[in-house]
């Protein structure tokens, strides 16, 4: 069985030289994610505190940045005996022990492979995406009671206007247009 669960996790990125990176130490409680030689994520299990980006900006000093991209970023975690085969029909990258970057369920993303669970990093604007489609590629894998619910989508809307919203305006009689002006005064007869 597979168990699907949105995590809220802090996300805090670190830029700076190879260099300063390779002697970044450790923040306990944070996974730290390789993404390029001048670039380190930290995930962590809750929001990024601000304890976590002043130990970050610590470590790097005048030659680094880091920002807190905590609300950029969706967090699916993948758990279960069947984590490894959800993962495998997700992704073509081979789900080793580790940190992995590629094309996750169509969308550029990181995945955590830790011993008891999969995290699947992706865009903030991928999130609902990523979720449809690890649905629907792992349905079988899901437990029984894990069905999309049809959106409520509420009745049928009245188009017709609503007269108590916008009255139409009192505009007076209508003209006649076929009348003919009364020659003396100029109204209509």
Not at 3 to 18: N, S
Request: charged share 25%; aromatic share 4%; proline share 11%.
């Amino acid at each position: 069985m597979l168990e699907l669960e949105e995590t809220k996790a802090g996300i805090v990125r670190c830029l700076a030289a190879a260099g300063v990176l390779e002697r970044f130490p450790v923040i306990p409680g944070a996974i730290r994610c390789r993404v390029a030689p001048d670039e380190l994520l930290l995930l962590v299990p809750t929001r990024a505190s601000e304890e976590v980006v002043a130990e970050a900006v610590a470590a790097l000093g005048e030659g680094g940045v880091v920002v807190d991209q905590s609300g950029g970023w969706t967090v699916w975690t993948l758990t279960g005996p069947e984590k490894g085969e959800a993962f495998a029909r997700l992704s073509a990258v081979p789900p080793g022990g580790g940190f992995l970057q590629g094309r996750i369920a169509d969308v550029p993303a990181k995945a955590v492979v830790l011993d008891n669970r999969i995290h699947l990093l992706v865009a903030a604007s991928h999130g609902a995406y990523v979720e449809e489609r690890i649905r629907a590629a792992c349905q079988d894998l899901l437990p029984a009671w894990w069905e999309s619910p049809e959106p409520d989508v509420g009745p049928e809307p009245d188009l017709a206007p609503d007269p108590d919203l916008a009255p139409e305006p009192d505009l007076g009689p209508e003209p006649d247009l076929g009348a003919e002006p009364d020659p003396e005064t100029g109204a209509e007869t």
